[in-house]
């Protein structure tokens, strides 16, 4: 934790492409934590110093680049900046490109679009992407309450599956008041002594979790396991199952993200916040996300 020191910068140029966003609220995930521990995206970003974890903001325009077009000042939005390159979101002002952002639903507040960045797109982009997620479908989300998997299952029931997700017991009702058809509770039950004939699997955990969940698959579904490196082999397991698996990674898309602020704007998708953190307290927003036990997502506001 040492590594991690809040210092003062000069506040960032931008391109003609870029705005510059006055952060309001940013979001934590696990990404973060792995970068700072020299695992996750450290490899990528070591030659900046200082490196500025994160990836997720909400906040408003203050300054336009000459070829911006959607945005202008004044305008408040959000999204998943340069993953996987250098966000640097978590900071109080952000140079983003315009095709990473979309406008902020008036009707949700800045922790909430923040938390909906790079756990929601990776929800939405593996769903419609990767499963082409269709009515029906039998679909099972491990991690069904944290950051990406509580996105998910509102997502694929939505989408008009038939959702089940694994939690421990006590978020049990919140797994299914966010949409899921059946609860397991991983600590007492293996979800593979319970389920036939899943289409897709949503993998969050990654080692053996790929060869249980290919117990419990139909022919012809997909399993797609996002933890990195803990997903290398999902190919070769699957193929030997006759089945697919591939690992994933989310990429910034300021399009999929006009959909997500649709979704949210709408109420078809909220944001579960678990914990609100201020900036001094950074170290302990990591400890929260370094617990595994998030329910929902955990944000960071700057004033
Ligand atoms: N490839 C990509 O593009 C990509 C994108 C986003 C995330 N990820 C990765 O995906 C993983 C999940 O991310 P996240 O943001 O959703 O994490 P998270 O929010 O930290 O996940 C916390 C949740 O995990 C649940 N959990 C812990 N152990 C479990 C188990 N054995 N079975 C079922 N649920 C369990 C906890 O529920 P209980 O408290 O009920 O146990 C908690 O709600 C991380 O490894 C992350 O780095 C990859």
């Given at each position: 934790?040492?590594?991690?020191?809040?210092?003062?910068?000069?506040?960032?140029?931008?391109?003609?492409n870029?705005?510059?966003?006055?952060?309001?609220?940013?979001?934590?995930?696990?990404?973060?934590?792995?970068?700072?521990?020299?695992?996750?995206?450290?490899?990528?970003?070591?030659?900046?110093?200082?490196?500025?974890l994160?990836?997720?903001?909400?906040g408003t325009?203050?300054?336009?680049?000459?070829?911006?077009?959607?945005?202008k000042?004044?305008?408040?939005v959000f999204g998943?900046?340069?993953?996987?390159?250098?966000?640097?979101?978590?900071?109080e002002?952000?140079?983003?490109?315009?095709?990473?952002?979309a406008?902020?639903?008036?009707?949700?507040?800045?922790?909430?679009?923040?938390?909906?960045?790079?756990?929601?797109?990776?929800?939405?982009?593996?769903l419609?992407?990767?499963?082409?997620l269709?009515?029906?479908?039998?679909?099972?989300i491990?991690?069904?309450?944290?950051?990406?998997?509580?996105?998910?299952?509102?997502?694929?029931?939505?989408?008009?599956?038939?959702v089940?997700?694994?939690a421990?017991?006590?978020?049990?009702?919140f797994?299914?008041?966010?949409?899921?058809?059946?609860?397991?509770?991983y600590?007492?039950?293996?979800?593979?002594d319970?389920?036939?004939?899943?289409?897709?699997?949503?993998?969050?955990m990654?080692?053996?979790?790929?060869?249980?969940?290919l117990?419990?698959?139909?022919?012809?579904?997909i399993?797609?396991?996002?933890?990195?490196?803990?997903?290398?082999?999902?190919?070769?397991?699957?193929?030997?199952?006759?089945l697919?698996?591939?690992?994933?990674?989310?990429?910034?898309?300021?399009?999929?993200?006009?959909?997500?602020?649709?979704?949210?704007?709408?109420?078809?998708?909220?944001?579960?916040?678990?914990?609100?953190?201020?900036?001094?307290?950074?170290?302990?927003?990591?400890?929260?996300?370094?617990?595994?036990?998030?329910?929902?997502?955990i944000?960071?506001?700057?004033?």
């Amino acid at each position: 934790m040492e590594n991690l020191v809040i210092t003062e910068i000069p506040v960032p140029d931008i391109s003609d492409n870029e705005v510059l966003v006055q952060v309001k609220v940013f979001s934590v995930n696990p990404v973060d934590i792995k970068t700072r521990l020299g695992r996750g995206h450290a490899s990528r970003l070591k030659e900046y110093n200082p490196m500025i974890l994160g990836w997720d903001i909400s906040g408003t325009i203050i300054k336009t680049g000459k070829s911006v077009i959607s945005f202008k000042p004044g305008d408040d939005v959000f999204g998943m900046i340069n993953f996987p390159g250098h966000g640097k979101a978590y900071a109080e002002f952000v140079a983003a490109p315009e095709s990473h952002l979309a406008l902020k639903p008036f009707n949700i507040s800045h922790e909430e679009a923040a938390a909906a960045s790079l756990a929601a797109l990776t929800a939405w982009q593996v769903l419609k992407e990767k499963f082409k997620l269709k009515p029906g479908y039998r679909i099972l989300i491990h991690s069904a309450a944290g950051g990406v998997g509580h996105y998910a299952v509102q997502m694929s029931r939505y989408l008009g599956a038939y959702v089940i997700g694994t939690a421990s017991e006590k978020n049990r009702e919140f797994v299914l008041r966010l949409g899921a058809s059946e609860h397991i509770d991983y600590e007492k039950q293996n979800f593979e002594d319970l389920l036939t004939d899943i289409d897709f699997v949503l993998d969050t955990m990654g080692g053996n979790y790929i060869d249980r969940s290919l117990k419990v698959m139909r022919c012809g579904g997909i399993i797609i396991s996002i933890p990195s490196g803990a997903s290398e082999f999902v190919k070769e397991k699957a193929k030997e199952k006759g089945l697919t698996g591939d690992t994933f990674r989310v990429q910034s898309n300021g399009k999929d993200m006009k959909e997500i602020s649709d979704l949210l704007q709408l109420g078809i998708i909220t944001s579960h916040i678990s914990k609100t953190f201020t900036f001094d307290e950074i170290r302990a927003a990591h400890q929260q996300i370094e617990t595994g036990k998030t329910r929902g997502k955990i944000v960071v506001k700057m004033s």
